[in-house]
């Protein structure tokens, strides 16, 4: 029995020190390089954040031109289209530290 104990304390002891994962609100602050102020405590830098594909901008260009036939030209859409734009100062994030609290993943844009 004393064995069973010393195992469970060892294992909450790691536990507890290796600063396990949570949830945490930030906001962008700038964008280029990219910065996100978590709680008004303190400030992540770029170096520090995981940033997911659905997270960055996305845009097509959707240039088509449709043809009457016979060579002549009909209609032209040109210009690109944001599908997905990416992060904006301002924005409100939800954040997740990753054990160790080294790095954080961007998880998703909160809105209200």
Do not use: C, W
Not at 10 to 21: D, E, F, K, L
Not at 80 to 97: F, M, N, P, Q, S
């Amino acid at each position: 029995m004393a064995l069973l104990e010393l195992i469970k304390q060892a294992g909450a002891a790691a536990y507890a020190s290796g600063n396990p994962m949570a949830v945490l609100a930030g906001k962008i602050v700038q964008t280029h390089p990219l910065e996100v102020s978590v709680d008004q405590r303190f400030t992540l830098p770029e170096d520090f954040l995981i940033v997911p594909e659905s997270m960055t901008r996305l845009e097509l260009d959707l240039t088509h031109v449709h043809g009457t036939g016979g060579g002549v030209s009909g209609e032209a859409l040109t210009g690109k289209t944001v599908i997905r734009r990416g992060l904006e100062a301002g924005d409100a994030v939800l954040l997740l530290r990753v054990q160790g609290g080294q790095q954080y993943i961007i998880l998703d844009r909160v809105v209200t």
